[in-house]
């Protein structure tokens, strides 16, 4: 028996108390939507080290509290024709419009709330608000995208508007996990912007997870659902907007979104996404399903980046209620030998990595923990470097290790991560990405 069986073994007898003690969290202090308020992520090195934040972006970001940023949903509105409040409830329409987040509380300095944000050792907890949202067009569930309507087309202009004004060409589509309502999703993608210093141009794909994970089993079945909007969401952004690439940051089971939509646009003749940087945080997907697809576009990105985490609490909870082995907490047994030849070939490329996020190894990364790309600096770090300058693990200070897995090596992060990216900060802003 492996050493990977027997800590699945050990989650799984855990099942039933996970759920209780996510059932006891989740009737914590709650929004207006009735889940917990979401805080601001610990700063990136990179933005305490003054690099990402070049000093006009410092400046904006000292004088305003207010982040905006895209959204796309398939998310149905609490109420015909209401473009401020989604539900759970989903259809195939696309739902595209503009959502203002504040950093901090209501009338707290902005540059107060920036002096704390990028502390290394801040004391308080920052919240993140949902102040407003404004749909702007609905993008009926059509075979093609050869007409669109005016106010979609304002919609896109808007967008290559705010990529002329970013000095970071791309588009960054955040794609959230599960137990996420329409207001998680959409701060979750603000802080990012955040802390690129506003020069990323964001936009959240809200699909309709239920806000709970005593729900699980709604988001699942929904994400399944949502897949194809998804897709055509990419080539919306791909057929109408200036960007130089549309990057994809997916989390958790936005795998089950994000997958098996790039997926899709593989298999389409003629598709032509222009994928940049794809990077799966913990990906909640059956790993077979997950690594075939991967195989099946990987040619398409620029990179692809996977990062697993074999003591995750979270995906141990939802490898149980799935029966399945996730790939953010793979079981290469659960692989048959063609399967593992197929994939070692396909997937041993130069744009691909895994990452390995162990909590023995990572200071201050609890080992169960689920969620380090926000909550964790040195992870966050290397997600806002990756996606800002296009740099490649080694470029980024991460260290290479080879094992016998589906895949031929991964990566870590060295004892000496913090001193190695402060070192290596300077010459990653100095690059231009392809």
Not at 28 to 36: I, L
Not at 268 to 282: D, T
Request: proline letters at 6%; a neutral charge.
């Amino acid at each position: 028996m492996t050493s990977n069986t027997l800590i699945k073994m050990q989650y799984a007898s855990l099942h039933a108390h996970l759920i209780l003690i996510f059932m006891v969290l989740l009737m914590g202090g709650c929004n207006t939507a009735g889940q917990k308020t979401e805080s601001l992520m610990p700063a990136p090195i990179a933005i305490t080290e003054g690099v990402v934040a070049p000093s006009v972006a410092r400046q904006d970001l000292a004088s305003s509290n207010e982040v905006s940023i895209f959204y796309a949903t398939n998310r149905k509105p609490s109420k015909p024709d209401d473009g401020q409040h989604y539900v759970t409830d989903f259809d195939q329409n696309l739902r595209l419009g503009v959502a203002n987040i504040r950093i901090g509380n209501k009338g707290a300095p902005a540059d107060e709330i920036y002096s704390q944000a990028i502390s290394p050792d801040r004391k308080k907890e920052i919240p993140l608000l949902l102040e407003q949202v404004t749909q702007q067009t609905v993008v009926t569930n059509r075979p093609d995208l050869d007409v669109i309507s005016s106010e979609t087309r304002a919609y896109l202009k808007e967008i290559n508007a705010a990529l002329v004004n970013s000095r970071n060409k791309d588009i960054t589509v955040y794609v959230h996990g599960a137990n996420n309502t329409f207001y998680r999703s959409t701060v979750q993608a603000a802080q990012f912007r955040y802390f690129t210093g506003r020069q990323s141009v964001v936009l959240a794909f809200s699909w309709p997870s239920s806000g709970s994970l005593v729900h699980y089993g709604v988001d699942v079945k929904n994400s399944a659902q949502s897949y194809e909007v998804f897709a055509r969401l990419i080539k919306l952004l791909s057929r109408y907007t200036d960007a130089r690439v549309i990057n994809i940051l997916s989390y958790s089971a936005g795998a089950r979104v994000a997958s098996p939509g790039l997926n899709l646009l593989a298999q389409v003749q003629g598709s032509k996404p222009r994928l940049g940087m794809v990077y799966y945080a913990e990906p909640d997907e059956h790993q077979v399903t997950f690594f075939r697809n991967l195989a099946n576009y990987l040619h398409l990105t620029q990179s692809t980046t996977v990062t697993v985490n074999f003591h995750d609490s979270v995906l141990a909870f939802a490898e149980t209620y799935n029966a399945k082995p996730d790939a953010g907490m793979p079981d290469p047994g659960q692989f048959s030998d063609e399967e593992k030849e197929v994939l070692i070939v396909k997937l041993d490329k130069p744009n691909f990595s895994v990452i390995d996020l162990d909590g023995s190894k990572i200071p201050g990364l609890a080992r169960g923990e689920h969620g380090a790309w926000y909550n964790h600096p040195w992870v966050n770090t290397d997600v806002v470097t990756q996606f800002l300058f296009h740099a490649s693990p080694a470029e980024r200070g991460l260290v290479l290790k080879k094992i016998e897995r589906p895949w031929s090596k991964y990566w870590i992060y060295p004892e000496d991560y913090p001193a190695r990216i402060k070192k290596l900060l300077p010459e990653l802003k100095e690059r231009k990405a392809p």
